[in-house]
């Protein structure tokens, strides 16, 4: 007979502590996706978040104590491409998470088969309005 015990944390394995001490901030996270961590660090700090759908389905691991918050959150999303927007007062009032550095990107806007496709588009107006 094989008895087997599990115990919530060694399943989970994840470990998100999050203080905030004014404008300090200590961490200690195992293993934690990072869009749990934006959410916690959020709801903490009552800053807003946009482009969370950017959040690689990723997990992280960092742990750092007395750190400025906006260091500390820096450490927290430096796998990232962000930016910090700051208040009239110069606090720290949100953050935009731009992309996933490992997704792919699709087409930019001057790439050449869309400068292609301008070029023929404007060709064609100027045909038709000389056809009037």
């Known amino acids: 007979m094989i008895l087997l015990i599990f115990a919530p944390a060694a399943v989970c394995g994840?470990?998100?502590?999050?203080?905030?001490?004014?404008?300090?901030?200590?961490?200690?996270?195992?293993?934690?996706?990072?869009?749990?961590?934006?959410q916690k660090l959020q709801a903490k700090k009552t800053i807003w978040v946009k482009g969370t759908e950017n959040l690689p389905e990723t997990n992280l691991s960092v742990e750092f104590e007395g750190l400025d918050f906006r260091e500390g959150l820096e450490r927290i999303l430096s796998s990232l491409n962000y930016c910090l927007i700051y208040g009239t007062e110069g606090k720290l009032a949100g953050v935009i998470i731009l992309s996933n550095p490992g997704a792919k990107a699709g087409p930019s806007r001057n790439s050449k088969s869309s400068l292609r496709e301008k070029s023929k588009k404007q060709s064609s107006k100027r045909s038709s309005k000389r056809k009037r």
């Open 14 to 38: 994840e470990t998100i502590d999050l203080k905030l001490n004014g404008d300090s901030l200590s961490a200690k996270i195992e293993d934690a996706p990072i869009k749990q961590i934006v």
